[in-house]
């Protein structure tokens, strides 16, 4: 459905995508992952011919973007980062113009808008003005206007950035509905978001595609030793967390133990462990053996930041972020 | 053909549905109506004044009331023509909006027409309204209706082309304020570059008065069509055009 060679866009200083290839298979959901300025919108304009690359070939659907933009504009639906609506019109009224824009008309029109409008939840807020709405409803104004045409292709660019937790769900379970019927290209920085959704993830960094791999290789790949956060508190008074990390470190299967915070009685570490083994068990046995109370034990999220490192070859960052703070912090 | 009239009706929805075009109008409509009063009254004075001396040829209503007023009617244009340019892309590309237009299957021209001519229709919308001043002429005078006709068509084309210029600069920014600014500096000094052949003969004067847009709407409000004029007009829309068109493919290659 999509099939992209040696794409590139250089911009008058900085090479803003370099020499991606990818291909996207029909009814797929596909995440492009990467951190703010790595690519990702660029590589979505390109494909929606909103910008011609510099080099290289891009075809949708059977088009090429350069030689016949207006087939690719007929077959694809496209959200960009912030949805691209008109204040002053009402919901019907801008999906309206939208489906006008996109060649339809009529009755078939006015039916369709009725249709995407149950469909993205937004039927309730049909006849008001879209510069009143909240912005969990204007994405999915956003969402709405893209799907209108029912094109073969859909490029989202951050389609759940600024919603609350259960929009989230909503729009990931909508976008998951729509699979099948089109091919969908999704870009995020959460990587939640493409365990949820996505069924292949492409990851790109500085312009340049690092991984493509099916979330379920990429999750083993970035899951295969496991990391633990562990708090442990002294039963009575004060007592030496560095003792408390060499119990650790004795731990079966245990290969790394990292002082996090010490406040007092109570110390944080982040315990990781060998390839392929399973170590919460006998790290709580050990805490509690050796007479120390087990406040809390539990998997630390991989954040995207440390599988960027690891896919990249990096060093380890200092301070990792858990994945929730990532979706609060940048979806700001 | 059909995209050209979705952006049109979209426009001009626009201009409606916000106060712009009610403001445009009721401010058009008061200062001409103003301009209208006070030329009147003077012709009265004017023509008793005649008739007290002694003359005894009529004074023309279309000499005297009518051309003055077109032309004045031109100058006001000049103040209103940025604010019904100055939205049309710089506001599509501050809400981002115009990702929307550009990833549709629609032709950049179809975009550009479709904008331009919606401006163009408003302002004809604006002259419509003077009208209104002009039928009490004919209901309690006799002037001749073919100059005011032409002189109509004189504005219009005027308005056409400074319009167009208006909308290729709002293509340039997006900040509507500058886009305004810079709009009515371009269509002023467009206005005034006639003024050098009040006091100097050599070609490049000439040359300067040929650009002005005021040279060519003479003969439109005296009544005739001359199509040198015309051509004028039309040429300045086409380049105001062809540069929108530009603008927006490169606009597509940089940003």
Known sequence: MITVQGLTKRYARTLAVDHISFEVTKGQIVGFLGPNGAGKTTTMRILTCFLPPSEGTANVAGFDVLEQPLEVKKRIGYLPETPPVYQEMEVKEYLTFVGKLKGMSGQSLANRVAEVAERTAIADVQNKLIGKL?????????????????????????????????QIIETRDLIRSLAGDHTIILSTHILPEVEQTCEQVLIINKGKLVATDSVHNLQNRARGAESVMLEVEGRSGAIDSQTIQHRLETVNGVSRVLLKDSRGDRSVFEVESLKDRSIRGDLARAVVESGWNLNELRPAAMSLEEIFLQLTGSEKVEEPVPAEAVVQGESQ | ???????????????????????????????????????????????????????????????????PLLSNMGVIGLFFIPMMTMRLFAEEKRLGTIELLATSPIRDIEIILGKWLSAVTLYAVLLLFTGINFAFLFRYGNPDWKPLVIGYLGLLLQAGGLLAIGTFISTLTSNQIIAGAATFGVCLLLWVLEWPSGFETAGWAKVLAYMSVVTHIDSFSKGVLDTKDAVYYLSLIFLGLFLTSRSMESLRWRS
């Open chain 2, 1 to 67: 053909m059909r995209n050209i009239w979705v952006i049109w009706q979209k426009e001009l929805n626009s201009y409606f549905v916000s106060p712009v075009a009610y403001l445009l109008l009721t401010m058009f409509a008061v200062i001409f109506g103003y301009f209208f009063w006070s030329s009147v009254g003077y012709f009265n004075f004017a023509s008793l004044q005649s008739q007290m001396s002694g003359g005894n040829m009529p004074m023309s209503v279309n000499e005297y009331v009518i051309r």
């Open chain 1, 134 to 166: 909240s912005k969990g409803y204007r994405q999915r104004v956003g969402l709405a206007q893209a799907i209108i045409h029912n094109p073969d292709v859909l490029i989202l660019d951050e389609p759940t950035a600024g919603l609350d937790p259960k």
